[in-house]
């Protein structure tokens, strides 16, 4: 039996929560009066852009450095991300003196690097996309003896970020669907493991932009596949998989359907939620919007959370959406 068959969500994502709770932020949950109108649904938003360091990615890295022990410490860390576990794991890196290296792919977000330099976090550029700066951090922890933080291919990464599920069960237990942005898998698999495991009921969708669609792909495979992915404002959820990812089974099990964005409604999403909720979200955090937004007939009547990932939007990018809205 594979590890990925053996996990037991549920237990990991308790036994994460008693772990870092006194070191995260219990994120709000907010109905969108909006998005509520618009599909005829009580329609709520979890605020993962309000947790520290701006995304949900502090709540697997912090589980992760928490259970290290003193000689992994003092050995230091290598990790590799496209941005905000990359944030998450430099804050975190400094606020425990644990020494290492954070690996990103050259195409990172310019809004994300700068957040993780701020963190004095030592960096390092890497060709291609986020899984040649993944092979790259683990071959190096395996020669010098450090311990690699995966942004995803972890028990400890999945229960961290599957907190999420338990402290939505806490705000409301009436959920019908939960529209969840998917990259490399450990956000879904968290969370749709500990809601399915309490409510098999739920729904989960898995959103993906088009440009970047690998996890969905391999899922249609029935195997983690290499594709190239193509540059998306979504770029938190863009880039490869692990091969030996644990998250593919467990997304494959838990993950009732699936949606692919394109850039146009990505877009769209992103300045939606600025202007109805004031609200500033990365290209990531706007799938699930988008993905309601698409077709928001399809949740009438029902309790629907749509998970809000991360806020690292560049004022760049922003510009380019707005004066690409002003033209349109």
């Known amino acids: 039996m594979s590890e990925a068959a053996r996990l037991d969500v549920a237990a990991l994502v308790i036994d994460a929560e008693q772990r870092i709770r006194g070191h995260i932020r219990q994120t709000a949950l907010e109905r969108s009066n909006f998005l509520s109108q618009l599909a005829d649904a009580d329609v709520y938003l979890k605020l993962e852009s309000n947790q520290i360091t701006g995304s949900f990615k502090l709540r697997g890295a912090m589980n992760k450095m928490l259970a290290l022990s003193a000689e992994e410490r003092t050995n230091g860390v290598l990790t590799a991300s496209s941005g905000n576990h990359g944030a998450a794991c430099a804050y975190l890196m400094t606020h425990f003196g644990i020494p290492g290296t954070i690996f990103l792919p050259e195409s990172v977000s310019p809004a994300k690097l700068e957040a993780i330099r701020s963190y004095g976090a030592d960096t390092e550029l890497v060709p291609g996309d986020g899984i040649e700066a993944e092979k790259l951090a683990r071959r190096l922890a ?12 972890d028990p400890s990464i999945i229960g961290g970020q599957g907190t999420i599920g338990l402290e939505l069960r806490r705000q409301t237990e009436d959920i019908d669907a939960v529209l969840v942005p998917v990259g490399g898998g450990g956000l879904v698999a968290g969370v749709g493991g500990y809601l399915k495991s309490v409510d098999q009921k739920v729904e989960i969708i898995g959103c993906q932009p088009e440009n970047s669609p690998v996890m969905y792909e391999s899922i249609q495979a029935g195997e983690i596949i290499d594709m190239e992915s193509r540059p998306t404002l979504a770029d938190g959820t863009a880039g490869g998989i692990d091969h030996d990812s644990i998250t593919f089974d467990v997304c494959r099990d838990v993950v009732d359907g699936w949606e692919l964005l394109s850039e146009q409604e990505i877009a769209d999403a992103i300045l939606v939620v600025l202007d109805k909720q004031h609200l ?32 690292k939007l560049g004022l760049g990018t922003l510009r380019a959406l707005l004066a690409a809205a002003e033209r349109g």
């Open 142 to 153: 395996a020669e010098r003896g450090q311990t690699y933080v995966s942004p995803y291919n």
């Open 280 to 311: 500033m979200v990365e290209g990531a955090a706007a799938l699930p919007i988008a993905c309601l937004m698409r077709n928001p007939r399809r949740f009438a009547g029902q309790s629907v959370v749509l998970l809000v990932s991360g806020s």
